[in-house]
C-alpha cells in the first residue's frame, strides 16, 4: 500500500484547515479484523489530523478487508 | 456444524446418484460416461471407462446383453440407448490398453472350476486381491467361449486368457480327480462358475443355500453364474470371489452387500419436454464411427440439477447442493486459512424454492441460514456481509421511524396496520392512503404500527439480535391490547409465522379481499405478469387473495412459468442484496426476462429491484391507490437513502398531521440540506453510503473545523459513527447548502486516529 501512496504526490496541495499546514505522509498503524499493517498517510505535520484517500479506500484497502474477512 | 448434519444434508440431494443404467448393471458399468465420451468421438476414453468395470473387456463389451436398457430413461423417448452396441464399437475401434497393476501376493490360494465367463471373473478378480489362482477347466482350453457369440473371433478370446495368464493365473485341465470337496481341502477358498456344464455336475454347487453370498453346501465353495445373461454371469463370478474374500477374513458374508448387483437409483432426471429419436439401427457388424457418435449422442446424460437450472445463485458458483453442502462444512470447521464459501453462504436469497422442487427436498435455505448463524456464534461473519441491513434494522426501531399509535381518537386498538419498513420507505404515499382505507372500512381502532419485524436479523443469522427485537415486539404488541395485526409484507408475515407464533397476524391481501378495495377509475388495461414475492410461497391463502383482487382490477394478469409455491426471489430476500449486490441484480434481471410483459407485484421490495433493472413494475396497491398523475409502471426505484428519509419523514407527517402532536416533536436535527449530482447519488448508492451519513460527516467537519482544505476550495471531512469511516468531499454554498463531489469508506481503522484524525 505503501508505494501507492507514495505516487498520491498531489496531497501535498491540501491543506489542513485548522492549522493551515501543508499535508505530508505521515507513517500509520491501521488495523483490521486483529491484523496490523504499518502505512504512510497524508496527515497534517502540526495536529496530526490524517485522512485515507478515496483511491486507497476503495482499491487497495477495500481488496485486504475482504481478505481479512475470510481469514 | 456436525458431521451427522452434514450428512443428512448430503443425503437429500441425489446429483451424485449413478444414472440408471450404472445402478441396473451389475457389474456397474458408467453408461453415461460411455456415452459423453462417445459422442465426442472420444472411443479411447470409452475403452478406458469399460475396462476399468468389465472383467474379460475384449469379450463382455461385444456380447453383453445390456440390463440397462430396462433403466434408460431414452426408453420413453424414442427407445434406450443402444449401450451394448456402443461398448462393442469402442472394442472394435482400438485396443484395450490395460495397465498392469502389481499386487502384493497375500500367500492365499484359491480355485476356480470351470472355464466359463463366470469362473474367469471370478478367477481374475481373486489374481486382483492377490491370491494364488489356479482355475481348473475342460479340455477345449477356452475355445468354449467362441460359441458365445458369432462376433467373438480366437483372437480376442486368445487375448483375455494370455492377460489372466500374464496376471499369474494357472490353468490345469480338469479330470475326474477334481471335486469341490477336494478343492476346498487343497485351497483357501473355491469358486464355481455353474455357466459351466461341467460345475453343474455337481450336486451340491446347485444346492445353494444363500443369494446374496452364493455360499454352497460345502464350506468356503462359492458358486453360480447359472444364468442365461453374460453380464450377469460374469457379475456372479465378482460376487463369488467377494465371498470368498468375506470367508478368508472371517467377515459376514451377507452384510452391506445390497449395491453389489442391480439396484434402483435414487437420481431423477427430468425428461419432460425431451424430443423422441428412434435408435440409430445396429447393423451386424456393429456400428461405423459416425452410426457410434450418433447413437451415444442420443444419452440424455442424466443428471437431476432441478434446483440448480432455476436459481441464479445455485449456478453462480459452479455446482449443486450436495456439493455446496461439503464446502460449506469445510468453510465452518476451517481453523485457519481461507474460508471460501463465506461469499456463497450469504448469497443465498433463502427462498426455499429448491426445498420444493428438490424429490429428496435439499433445503439451501437450511443449510445457508444454519451456517450463518454458525458463523455469527463464532464470531466469524464478515462484518460486511450483513452490517448495512442490520443498521437499517437498528434504524427502523429508532424513534425517528418508529410510530405505534392507537388511531387518532380512539383509546384501543382491535387492528395495528403493519406496513413494513419496505413499503413505508418506497411508498409513504401508499402507506399513507392504505391506512386511511382501513380505517374506514375496518369502522375504527385501526392503530399504526411503523417498525421493524426483524427480518434482517434472521436473514443474518443473528439469533441474539433477533430475540432482543421479538421481545420487544412482544412487548409493544402486548402494550396495544395484542390486536390483530394486519401485515402488507409477505417477509414480515413470515417472521411473525417462524418467530412469533403468538402474534395474530393476517396479511392486508385478505382483509383488501374481504372489505372490499376503493372504486378507482382503471388505469390501464395493458397485461402484466404477475410476480409472487418468495415469502408468498408458503402462504397460499395470501397469493389466493391477490389473485382475487387483481381480477378486480381492469390488468389482464399472467402467469409467469414458475410461480405460486415455485416464485423465485427478486434477489432482496435472505440480504442477497446486501452481501451480493451483483448478484441480486442477476437474479433480478433473470426474473424480470421470465415475460416480456409488464410486472404487477405485491412486495415493495420487488417492485424496487425490478424497477432498477429497468422492468416495468406495478405494485398492486398502485393500482387500488393510484399516484395522483402518471402511470404507476414509470415510478423510479427509490434510492436506500431515500427509503430511510421516506420513513423518517412518514413518521414526522403521520405525528404532525393524523396525532397533531407537533409541540411533542424536537425539532428536525438533520436539517442540513445537501446538493449532488445524479452521477455523484448513483455513486454513494452503490457504496451504500447514506445521505444521513454524509449529513453527519459535514456537520462534524463544519462545527468541529477539523476538515482538509483542498486547493479548488472544497473540503474533506470524515467520521466514524460506529464501525466504518465515511469520508465526504463538499463545499459550502452561499445558499447554505453544500455540494456533495463525493464520499467514500473504509473498516480498516486508522490506530490512534483519536488524535490525529477529524
Redesign the interface.
Known amino acids: 500500500m505503501n508505494e501507492l501512496i507514495k505516487s498520491f504526490e498531489k496531497y501535498g ?6 492549522c493551515g499546514c501543508a ?1 505530508e505522509l505521515k507513517k ?6 486483529g491484523s ?2 504499518a502505512i504512510e ?1 497524508p ?1 497534517c505535520p502540526s ?6 484517500p ?1 483511491e486507497l ?2 482499491g487497495k ?2 481488496e ?4 481479512l ?3 | 456444524m456436525e458431521k451427522k448434519t452434514l450428512v443428512e444434508f448430503e443425503n437429500r440431494c441425489v446429483q451424485e446418484e449413478p444414472p440408471g443404467c450404472r445402478a441396473a448393471c451389475p457389474l456397474h458399468l458408467d453408461g453415461r460416461a460411455l456415452c459423453e465420451a462417445a459422442a465426442k468421438g472420444r472411443f479411447d476414453e470409452g475403452r478406458k471407462i469399460i475396462q476399468k468395470t468389465l472383467p474379460l473387456p475384449g469379450i463382455l463389451s461385444r456380447i453383453c446383453d445390456g440390463p440397462c436398457r430396462e433403466a434408460c430413461l431414452r426408453q420413453e423417448k424414442g427407445g434406450a440407448v443402444e449401450l451394448g452396441a456402443l461398448e462393442r464399437f469402442c472394442a472394435d475401434e482400438g485396443p484395450f490398453r490395460r495397465p498392469r497393476i502389481l499386487v502384493p501376493k497375500t500367500g492365499r490360494t484359491a480355485a476356480v472350476l470351470g472355464g466359463g465367463i463366470s469362473s474367469l471373473t471370478a478367477a481374475l478378480d481373486g489374481a486382483g486381491k492377490g491370491y494364488s489362482v489356479t482355475v481348473f477347466r475342460g479340455e477345449t482350453g477356452g475355445r468354449e467361449l467362441l460359441s458365445l457369440s458369432p462376433v467373438l473371433t480366437e483372437e480376442m478370446v486368445e487375448e483375455e486368457l494370455e492377460w489372466m495368464e500374464n496376471l499369474g493365473v494357472l490353468f490345469l485341465p480338469w479330470d475326474a480327480s477334481v471335486t469341490p470337496e477336494g478343492l476346498a481341502g487343497r485351497f483357501d477358498a473355491v469358486y464355481a462358475g455353474l455357466d459351466d456344464p461341467l460345475c453343474r455336475s455337481f450336486p451340491e454347487l446347485m444346492e445353494r443355500e444363500d443369494p446374496v453370498s452364493l455360499e454352497t453346501a460345502v464350506p468356503g465353495v462359492f458358486a453360480g453364474g447359472n444364468t442365461p445373461s453374460f453380464i450377469f454371469r460374469a457379475a456372479a463370478g465378482r460376487r463369488g470371489m467377494k465371498s470368498a474374500e468375506r470367508f478368508l477374513q472371517g467377515a459376514s458374508l451377507t452384510s452391506s452387500r445390497e449395491k453389489e448387483g442391480p439396484y434402483a437409483t435414487r437420481l431423477f432426471t427430468n425428461i419432460e419436454g425431451i424430443e423422441p429419436a428412434p435408435p440409430v439401427p445396429v447393423p451386424p457388424k456393429g456400428y461405423t464411427r459416425d452410426e457410434a457418435v450418433r447413437e451415444a449422442g442420443r444419452c440424455l446424460l442424466c443428471e437431476c440439477m432441478e434446483c440448480v437450472k432455476s436459481c441464479v445463485f445455485l449456478q453462480k458458483y459452479g455446482g449443486y447442493p450436495k456439493k455446496y453442502a461439503r464446502e460449506i462444512y469445510n468453510n465452518l470447521s476451517v481453523i485457519q486459512g481461507t474460508r471460501l464459501a463465506n461469499g456463497m453462504i450469504n448469497s443465498c436469497t433463502l427462498c426455499g424454492r429448491c426445498e420444493r422442487i428438490c424429490p429428496g427436498g435439499f433445503s439451501m435455505r437450511d443449510l445457508c441460514l444454519t451456517a450463518r448463524q454458525e458463523m455469527v456464534s463464532q464470531q466469524k461473519m464478515p462484518p460486511s456481509a450483513h452490517d448495512f441491513a442490520l443498521e437499517d434494522m437498528a434504524f427502523g426501531n429508532s424513534p425517528e421511524a418508529s410510530l405505534l399509535r392507537h388511531e387518532p381518537g380512539h383509546s384501543r386498538s382491535a387492528f395495528l396496520f403493519f406496513p413494513g419498513c419496505r413499503l413505508a420507505g418506497i411508498s409513504p404515499r401508499t402507506t399513507e392512503s392504505v391506512y386511511g382505507h382501513l380505517r374506514k372500512v375496518l369502522g375504527g381502532e385501526v392503530g399504526f404500527w411503523l417498525r421493524c419485524c426483524g427480518a434482517p436479523a434472521r436473514w443474518a443469522g443473528c439469533r441474539k439480535e433477533l430475540e432482543k427485537a421479538g421481545k420487544e415486539f412482544l412487548d409493544q404488541w402486548r402494550s396495544m391490547g395484542s390486536p390483530v395485526v394486519i401485515a402488507a409484507c409477505t417477509s414480515c408475515l413470515e417472521v411473525f409465522r417462524k418467530e412469533l407464533p403468538e402474534i395474530r397476524a393476517v396479511s392486508l391481501w385478505s382483509v383488501l379481499q374481504e372489505k372490499g378495495v376503493p372504486e378507482t377509475a382503471p388505469i390501464r388495461s395493458v397485461p402484466a405478469a404477475l410476480h409472487d414475492p418468495c415469502t408468498a410461497a408458503e402462504l397460499p391463502e395470501v397469493r389466493a387473495a391477490v389473485r382475487d383482487l387483481v381480477s378486480r382490477t381492469k390488468v389482464p394478469a399472467e402467469e409467469l412459468p414458475l410461480t405460486g409455491e415455485l416464485t423465485s426471489c427478486c434477489g432482496f430476500g435472505g440480504l442477497q442484496e446486501c452481501a451480493n449486490p451483483a448478484l441480486a441484480a442477476e437474479t433480478a434481471k433473470e426474473r424480470c426476462g421470465e415475460s416480456p410483459s409488464d410486472f404487477l407485484v405485491y412486495c415493495a421490495m420487488c417492485r424496487d429491484l425490478f424497477a432498477r433493472t429497468g422492468k416495468r413494475t406495478m405494485h398492486l396497491l398502485d393500482l387500488f391507490f393510484p399516484p395522483s398523475d402518471g402511470d404507476p409502471g414509470d415510478l423510479p426505484p427509490v434510492s436506500w437513502s431515500d427509503q430511510r428519509e421516506n420513513r423518517a419523514a412518514l413518521v414526522r407527517d403521520l405525528r404532525k398531521y393524523l396525532w397533531k402532536e407537533e409541540e411533542k416533536m424536537e425539532a428536525d436535527r438533520d436539517a442540513l440540506s445537501l446538493v449532488m449530482d445524479k452521477g455523484t447519488e448513483k455513486l454513494l448508492e452503490s457504496r451504500r453510503i447514506l445521505a444521513g451519513t454524509v449529513r453527519r460527516v459535514i456537520r462534524n467537519g463544519e462545527v468541529s473545523g477539523r476538515k482538509i482544505a483542498r486547493p479548488d476550495g472544497t473540503f474533506i471531512a470524515g467520521l466514524k459513527p460506529a464501525a466504518v469511516t465515511y469520508w465526504v468531499v463538499y463545499r459550502p454554498r452561499e445558499d447554505g447548502t453544500f455540494e456533495v463531489f463525493s464520499a467514500w469508506s473504509h473498516r480498516m481503522e486508522v490506530k490512534g486516529r483519536e488524535e490525529g484524525a477529524p
Open positions: 496541495e491540501y491543506r489542513c484547515a485548522s499535508l500509520t498503524d491501521i488495523t483490521y479484523l496490523v499493517f498517510l496527515a495536529c496530526g489530523m490524517l485522512f485515507v478515496e479506500a476503495t484497502m477495500l485486504v478487508e475482504k481478505i474477512e475470510d481469514k
